[in-house]
């Protein structure tokens, strides 16, 4: 608690509780930053912070945080406890009319919920008991004006339809329930996000709720079942929608809306493009995020044509892609992983900021950027392809950048050796090829993922690395066992380098690594910072 002080005429200090003065919705809304066991701390403070913790419009009840001191529920009796006191709070709020600004419901399955050798019609039976009281809960919170509801179930909890008319509802959150045609009117004016995880929902309900809620800016529905088709009607407004793994390889996507700012869809199953779309509706999309294996050269041409103001593009798996053409006067940031067919990538992007790539490196794709913006470059990829052909490629990549602040390069070990011998380089498998100096950058960030490099590929990696490229700073980053070995080979191949002036380096980096034993030397000056 938070005291000023201020001296009397006597000379003493007399301390004023200023905090204490605040009203009551304040200090509910600097309570709401705290989770449940914090906020019952505030409960020693004094008198009326008990008060405070009881008024909270705020309320949350999950099975790990409550006022017991289990942190899981390992037992029918505690559940029973448990249960018993959310009911408690929740006739408290019912009987005194207290604001329920937001409800959050979080229960472990059915089996962790009562123990494992209760007979099937006793479980049932208490099942029925429990949905009762939750539907009992629900209706309380509508009744008292509800903005946001998070609501994680046991299995085959359903829905009341007293929900569907909570005009004050602002966001809903629901996982492991199911959600059951209401053929009457759904009044939910007031709702702007809908997530939906691991729910069964009909067709026309998801529907139904989509095309009541005007309102509506966000759709997240990941891993559902029940349907096979989703319409975004004209008149909806949305902006946000996200799919994931949530239709049958037949299911298809319909969009009628143009408000639509930010499109996510993964089907790593789908063995075709299920969007159907009238050309021109989405050309106030500027994010569009795919992961999906059946997605076309010409689907995606057709796309990328209506995308005027596309700022942000992501593909992930996309493996039949086998050319990708974008030329765009606003796209900001493009990343192609995983992307196994591409043979031909070309990009005409001025305003380009960051361009990442996951894969082989060495082998495919072509890759092309003309770009007049700065424009950092990030590759994922895996030590055997980084060879010759794969310098070349990537030093290739950045010659048609104006300029390039920071190259990331992220290696993991792709067959789990021991000790990796892969990366090779020999300037003179080139031959005549003449492709200018090394491109100047500020710095270049390595980090080692699960990876042991061999001396020999630690030299090739920064000979082939300092051929491409000169940074001004070298940040490394190892995620492996032995760590120390990997600082040991690298500082040594820079001193020699620096030494002999291959390379004059201005800092030399390895965030998060007890580099005590490595000390400066030649003219190279080692530093450590924490982060990147």
């Known amino acids: 608690m938070n005291l000023d002080c201020e ?33 019952y701390r505030t409960c020693i403070l004094s008198k009326r912070w008990a008060h405070i913790l009881a008024t909270n419009p705020i309320l949350e009840f999950h099975y790990y945080v409550t006022k017991f001191p289990d942190k899981y529920w390992p037992s029918e009796e505690v559940s029973a406890r448990l249960l018993g006191y959310i009911d408690s709070r929740m006739q408290r709020y019912a009987k005194d009319s207290l604001r329920v600004r937001t409800l959050r419901l979080i229960f472990p399955d059915s089996n962790e919920v009562f123990s494992c050798d209760v007979e099937p019609i006793e479980l049932s039976s208490k099942l029925e008991e429990f949905s009762c009281k939750v539907d009992e809960w629900i209706q309380i919170a509508v009744r008292n004006q509800v903005a946001r ?9 359903q829905l009341p339809d007293i929900l569907l008319s909570a005009k ?60 096979n088709t989703i319409v975004i009607p004209c008149w909806s407004q949305l902006k946000e929608l996200t799919l994931s793994h949530t239709l049958p390889k037949d299911g298809t996507i319909i969009l009628e809306t143009s408000s639509l700012a930010c499109f996510k869809f993964s089907g790593l199953t789908f063995d075709r493009w299920p969007v159907m779309s ?13 992961y999906c294996s059946g997605i076309t050269d010409g ?19 996309c493996r039949k892609l086998t050319t990708i053409t974008v030329s765009s006067i606003r796209l900001k940031v493009i990343c192609l992983d995983v992307c196994g067919g ?22 495919y794709p072509a890759i092309t950027i003309s770009s007049q913006a700065s424009c950092d470059i990030s590759v994922r990829t895996t030590t055997n392809y980084l060879d010759t052909p794969g310098f070349f490629k990537m030093q290739k990549l950045m010659t048609g950048l104006r300029s390039c602040h920071a190259v990331e390069i992220l290696l993991a070990n792709p067959l789990y050796q021991s000790v990796c011998d892969t990366i090779k380089f020999n300037e003179e498998e080139l ?14 960030k390595l980090t080692l993922y699960y990876l042991k490099l061999s001396r020999s590929s630690v030299s090739a990696f920064l000979n082939g690395i300092f051929w491409t490229c000169r940074p001004d700073i070298i940040s490394f ?8 070995l990997m600082i040991q080979f690298f500082m040594s191949e820079l001193e020699d380098m620096a030494n002999c002036l291959r390379h004059p380096l201005k800092r030399i980096e390895f965030p998060d690594a007890n580099c005590s034993n490595i000390h400066e030397s030649g003219k190279v000056e080692v530093q450590w910072r924490l982060h990147w």
């Open 342 to 363: 591409l043979v031909d990538v070309m990009v005409d992007a001025p305003s380009l900021t960051k361009f990442t790539y996951g894969g082989a490196f060495g082998l």
């Open 149 to 157: 509801l998070d609501l994680h179930g046991p299995l085959n909890y």
């Open 299 to 317: 689907d995606l041409g057709k796309l990328l044509l209506e995308l005027a103001s596309l700022e942000t593009l992501l593909l992930y798996n």
């Open 431 to 444: 031959g005549d090829v003449n492709l200018g100096p090394p491109r100047n950058i500020t710095e270049l």
């Open 278 to 290: 009238k050309p021109g509706l989405l050309r106030n999309l500027t994010v569009l995020d795919i």
């Open 477 to 484: 980053r190892f995620y492996s066992e032995d760590p120390d």
């Open 168 to 227: 004050s509802l602002r966001q809903l959150n629901c996982s492991q329930v199911k959600i059951p045609y209401y053929n009457g009117a759904i009044n939910l004016a007031s709702l702007q996000t809908l997530k939906l995880i691991c729910v069964d929902v009909e067709e026309r309900m998801l529907n139904h709720i989509i095309n009541s809620c005007l309102l509506l800016k966000c759709v997240s529905v990941k891993d559902c079942s029940g349907f």
């Open 7 to 39: 001296e009397t005429v006597s000379g003493q200090l007399n301390t004023v509780d200023r905090f204490s003065d605040l009203p009551d919705f304040i200090v509910h809304h600097i309570i709401s930053f705290l989770d449940t066991r914090e906020a």
